[in-house]
């Protein structure tokens, strides 16, 4: 024993250090890494730490450069972060290139307002001036969103994201819209579409919303041509007789009776029964199976003087309206094919045709439904109209496919504006919303309208001016689905030397079309969820030809001319080419700044008429190109990416929107789909599962949540969501994942506090010499570590949160901290007990630190820079948790047998600490540490607490355990709680018999003398 004075005894205790702070202060601490980061360049760093692996690219989808971001476009980004770090930490150079979106009509509308606000009009504004203004608009909000983006901790190459403003991109644009056009894809002609009439445009399938919409309802009848051959012999097979007096009408309904002056036909289902009768001296042609709804909607039929009096007439069915119906005739649809009608009040005729279009449920209108959901709404609406639907060719999807198979003209009386031209009468000059009632009014002075009356119904909507929209032909732009490709299929290489056929291997050496290409590409893209190839396949089979021109100027310009002395249309791929590249060195404001002979390669002439003068083409491409380009702007022309993408990450409206635009693109260029799996995540709703938006002032601003909470807290959130649902946000549930926060980060710093001094390379211990219960802790680890890191490459984000989040409060904090606590801080500092804590210690945060990497990216960077190997700068320890990858499982056969017996004996200690328990309550203890707990276990039970003796008093956390057998084969085991005999020990706090025996320390146990001795010692040596 050392002659020196005894050490003072507080200062013996090993408690913990770490400059790993209690409080996180994200508020503060979040920048200060931020500027960190971008001083020793981390994405960089990252990406040279991944230099030759295997790549994986999540390409983005590039947010419109507007406004500032919201909780949505938070969500979206934060998920492609937690994508692309947790790949980079499974080992793959992950690159992450963000893009924006600059083009398109609100950045038009916000310049026009701006302009508008200093007096100017947007018409005496230059074009080129004006691009001017949209381009700084654009550029503006994307500095705001990278800085809001970078300021969530999101990683990629921020000084240099892709701009579908860019001129590269630009040029680039246009080159596939010439593509398009080589392939034979591309086409111009007079189609309805979607039209916005307040914004004066045609609209996207992506750019109509449905909202509820109250329309007229009308009932109209068309009375049969009699003056022809056909309709003659009709007359006679329904009435005996062509000199009949009565005269025939077809019954048509429609929600839109602004259509019915451009009328040219009326549809009938060929395989539907259809039914003439009488009603006040007129015949009615409508569907058998609708007659008993409409003759009592209606009013029609015969009218009973009373009920049950009159002698019913042979063949006549009785409605419950007391109307009784006399069917005339019964026939098919077929039986109508090509006859004639007339126009309800026009002097022209309508023809009937045939088509399998026609139900008796839903819309008569032309509207065409390309979301499933409303579909199927749809669907349950039951039956509806007349089974006779007016065809109005210039004004629906439907109308103007049957309407081409008959023959029709594309008749479109309505301006760009929505209102009548002076053609039609009656009604000229009035927009086709003012004209509704008149139209009306006017049927029913003529008496040629049965039935009016309101209905409410989904109907497409602006999704930017949220105006109801309308179907309008006009000349336009298209990209055929159903033309065959022009060229043969060839094979090509992707980046990485990988055979692009090998992701498609049995594609067909048949020219398809768009859209068989399409429906074969979505059986092999991987999609998560997994309905979403159903969805994927609907939209596909459902969307009509692809409308790209626009009739706006904030865009790519269409690169095609009309020649100025034949009119004819010039979109021919090497012209396109030229322009392109005209575009690459000038920004696509060159067309507006050149004429049309400056953009045309020299000595141009026209193929139909030799002329060499031209005029340019005024319409944008659709921005949905413009996007959908990105695959090859991007990805092919960035080195370090590759096509097609691995994953493309977007919120489910994007069905419609990106996902759709972008694999039309990636089969013109490739034949391929430009992705191999798509993710999809749900919207953000309030607690009660509203959806959030801005203007309704229901939204959680996520810059308000970043200044007050930190973005930690925003991931954490993002993380704990299952997204591919709806996720939910409040206040409340953001508490909840502070909550969470703060006692991930309290388990933490535990174990970072306790290993000040501790250098792994000299102390650790091997795992076969550690105490059991710290192998069994390590063990745990193992387990959680896999079950992350599989829940990660199944984008279950929300999963490996919850694995770790149990990790860390139940495992770790409530149990094995609990238990070792005592070793940590009496034992000597140097001791092999202590030596082994400390090991597992440092893979558990070693590993916490990569595991929550991914998600928590601040603090798991924290984390790192205060683990043992990190501060001392090892060799080959990244300065950066982000470019370490996923911890290896430590032992390669799980020990099963290990874990089996801590379940065990774990459960013995939930029964212990209960009794524990109860003896603080009725005051027999006061910490446990005053207790000696007496077990009694049948064979089994003995056998496990005898193979752990000596641990289970740290076990129970008490100062004494004694261990008996139970007598008499019981099986139930018996706890008892008593005080611990002894006096409580001024270091340990434990109770021992033995304090006082030991003259240099009299206020110890027996077990800090030892220990004592130790650091005495070690004190001495050093
Ligand atoms: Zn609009
Ligand atoms: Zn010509
Ligand atoms: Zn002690």
């Keep these: 024993m050392s002659t020196e004075t005894p050490l003072e005894l507080k200062k013996t205790v090993n408690l913990p250090k770490t400059a ?84 398109g009509l609100p950045i038009e509308q916000f310049v026009e307002r701006a302009l508008s606000a200093k007096g100017k009009n947007r018409a005496d504004v230059p074009v080129v001036s004006f691009r001017r203004a949209c381009r700084e608009h654009a550029a503006e909000a994307l500095k705001r969103q990278t800085r809001d983006f970078q300021r969530l901790g999101i990683l990629g190459l921020w000084e240099d994201p892709y701009l579908t403003m860019s001129n590269r991109y630009e040029a680039e644009t246009a080159r596939l819209f010439g593509r398009f056009v080589e392939r034979g894809y591309v086409y111009k002609g007079a189609r309805p579409v979607y039209w916005c009439i307040h914004d004066q445009t045609a609209l996207a399938e992506a750019e109509v919303e449905y909202r509820e919409h109250t329309s007229p309802s009308v009932y109209v009848k068309f009375p049969l041509d009699e003056n022809n051959l056909e309709g003659k012999a009709f007359k006679r097979q329904l009435l005996g007789n062509e000199e009949d007096p009565r005269r025939v009408f077809f019954l048509i309904w429609t929600t839109t009776p602004w259509t019915l002056p451009s009328n040219l036909g ?44 009159a002698e019913e007439p042979a063949g006549a069915e009785l409605s419950e309206t007391f109307s009784a119906v006399e069917t005339l005739a019964r026939f098919p649809g077929s039986r109508l094919d090509r006859m004639e009608a007339r126009h309800a009040w026009l002097d022209r005729p309508s023809l009937l045709m045939v088509g399998d279009h026609v139900t008796l449920g839903g819309e008569a209108d032309a509207e065409t439904e390309l979301d499933v959901s409303d579909a199927r709404d749809k669907k349950a609406t039951g039956k509806a109209g007349t089974g006779l639907v007016h065809t109005a060719p210039g004004h629906g999807h439907d109308d103007f496919v049957i309407g081409k198979a008959y023959g029709l003209d594309i008749y479109c009386p309505v301006d760009n504006a929505g209102r009548f031209t002076q053609e039609v009468e009656h009604f000229a000059g009035l927009s086709v919303f003012e004209a509704n009632p008149r139209i009306v009014e006017f049927m029913r002075e003529r008496g040629v309208l049965l039935h009016s009356e309101e209905y409410r119904h989904r109907y497409p909507h602006c999704w930017r001016c949220k105006n109801p929209v309308i179907f309008r032909a006009t000349p336009q732009w298209f990209i055929s689905l159903d033309a065959p490709a022009g060229d043969p299929r060839q094979f090509e290489q992707d980046d990485d030397g990988r055979d692009r056929s090998n992701f498609t291997d049995d594609v067909t050496s048949e020219p398809a079309s768009l859209r068989e290409g399409a429906l074969r590409e979505v059986e092999r893209v991987e999609w998560v969820p997994a309905w979403g190839e159903e969805r994927m396949r609907n939209m596909l089979k459902g969307r009509p030809d692809w409308c790209v021109s626009r009739q706006r100027v904030w865009g790519v310009p269409i690169p ?123 919207w953000v709703v309030n607690s009660e599962g509203r959806k959030m938006s801005k203007s309704e002032g229901t939204g959680i601003s996520p810059n308000e949540v970043v200044k007050d909470s930190g973005a930690e807290i925003l991931r954490l959130w993002v993380a704990s969501s299952d997204f591919q649902e709806d996720v939910r946000c409040s206040d409340e549930i953001l508490q909840r994942a502070s909550d969470a926060y703060r006692k991930m980060r309290n388990t933490a710093r535990f174990a970072l506090g306790n290993l000040d001094g501790f250098d792994p390379a000299r102390d650790a211990v091997v795992l076969s010499e550690m105490h059991d219960i710290d192998r069994w802790a390590l063990a745990e680890l193992d387990q959680v570590t896999a079950r992350v890191v599989e829940a990660y490459k199944a984008y279950e984000f929300h999963s490996a949160y919850h694995a770790l989040y ?81 911890p290896v499982v430590l032992s390669a056969e799980r020990d099963e047998a290990l874990l089996g017996r801590w379940a065990q004996l774990f459960a013995v200690r939930e029964r212990v600490l209960r009794v524990l328990e109860e003896a603080r309550i009725a005051k027999q203890i006061g910490s446990s540490l005053e207790a000696h707990v007496l077990l009694e276990a049948d064979r089994k039970t003995f056998d496990l607490l005898e193979g752990h003796r000596g641990e289970l008093r740290y076990l129970f956390i008490v100062s004494e355990v004694s261990l008996a057998l139970a007598a008499g084969g019981e099986s139930e085991l018996r706890v008892q709680v008593r005080r611990a005999s002894g006096q409580k020990c001024e270091r340990c706090w434990n109770y021992s018999g033995r304090v006082g025996e030991f003259t240099r320390y009299p206020t110890v146990c027996e077990r800090c003398v030892e220990a004592l001795a130790e650091i005495e010692a070690e004190g001495a040596a050093a």
């Design 20 to 103: 790993f702070a209690q409080k996180a202060n994200l508020g503060q601490s979040e920048p200060a890494r931020l500027k960190k980061w971008a001083e020793m360049g981390l994405y960089g760093v990252v990406r040279r730490a991944r230099e030759g692996r295997e790549r994986f690219v999540l390409h983005d989808g590039p947010p419109y450069a507007n406004s500032d971001i919201h909780l949505g476009t938070a969500l979206n980004k934060i998920l492609k972060d937690m994508v692309v770090k947790t790949r980079t930490m499974m080992g793959y150079d992950a690159p992450y290139v963000p893009g924006y979106d600059c083009h």
């Design 266 to 309: 009326i549809a009938v289902n060929p395989n539907f029964d259809y039914t003439a009768f009488e009603s006040n001296g007129e015949v009615y042609i409508v569907a058998d199976e609708l007659l008993g709804d409409l003759t009592q909607k209606l009013g029609l039929g015969r009218k009973l003087s009373a009920p049950g009096e």
């Design 560 to 682: 095609a001319f009309y020649c100025a002395g034949c009119q004819e249309a010039v979109a021919d791929k090497d012209v396109i080419n030229h322009v392109a590249d005209i575009f690459e060195r000038e920004s696509a404001d060159a067309w507006y700044t050149h004429e049309a002979g400056g953009l045309l390669p020299e000595g141009f002439k026209c193929r139909a008429c030799g002329g060499t003068e031209f005029t340019k083409e005024t319409d944008i491409l659709d921005v949905w190109f413009d996007s959908g380009s990105s695959s090859v702007a991007v990805l092919e022309k960035d080195g370090s990416l590759r096509w097609p993408a691995d994953v493309y990450l977007e919120g489910g409206d994007q069905y419609r929107g990106w996902f759709n635009s972008s694999l039309m693109v990636g089969l013109a260029a490739h034949d391929r789909a430009p992705y191999k799996a798509v993710v999809t995540h749900g």
């Design 806 to 886: 149990n990790f860390c409060t139940v495992t770790l904090s409530a149990r094995y901290f609990d238990i070792i606590k005592d070793r940590l801080y009496t034992a000597a500092p140097r001791s092999r007990e202590r030596r082994s804590a400390q090991t597992a210690l440092n893979h558990i945060a070693d590993a916490l630190a990569r595991l929550l990497a991914p998600v928590l990216v601040f603090t798991a960077d924290e984390i790192w820079e205060n683990l043992p190997e990190v501060r001392q700068g090892r060799e080959g320890v990244p300065p950066s948790v982000h470019a370490a990858e996923f």
